[in-house]
């Protein structure tokens, strides 16, 4: 998703998609922000090793690095503390 597909979708332009957020987070901050969200639920249900770069893929980040930077902005942790932090507090 991008502001500019949102907009297309919703049928009205990009700027009035930018209004509608009123002074809140930017149309692209808050798809960012969901998009770590969902990759916080995937590193927290996954069993086994998995791979970081597969969530960062699977939740439409181009790169792993970029991912891992914006998620430890976003959580405090980097994705693999973050998974390890949530499957020992599963398993206690």
């Known amino acids: 998703f991008t502001p500019a597909s949102i907009a297309a979708q919703l049928n009205i332009s990009l700027r009035q998609l930018y209004r509608a957020f009123n002074g809140t987070e930017s149309p692209a901050a ?6 770590l969200e ?5 590193l927290a249900a996954r069993n086994g090793p ?8 699977e939740c439409g980040f181009a790169s792993a690095e970029y991912f891992s930077r914006a ?3 976003e959580f ?5 503390a973050y998974r390890s932090a949530h499957r020992d507090s599963r398993s206690a």
Do not use: Q, T
């Open 38 to 42: 969902r990759a916080a639920e995937i």
């Open 30 to 35: 808050r798809i960012r922000r969901r998009r």
């Open 50 to 57: 998995g791979h970081v770069e597969r969530v960062a893929i």
């Open 76 to 80: 405090g942790l980097s994705p693999r």
């Open 71 to 73: 998620f430890r902005r």
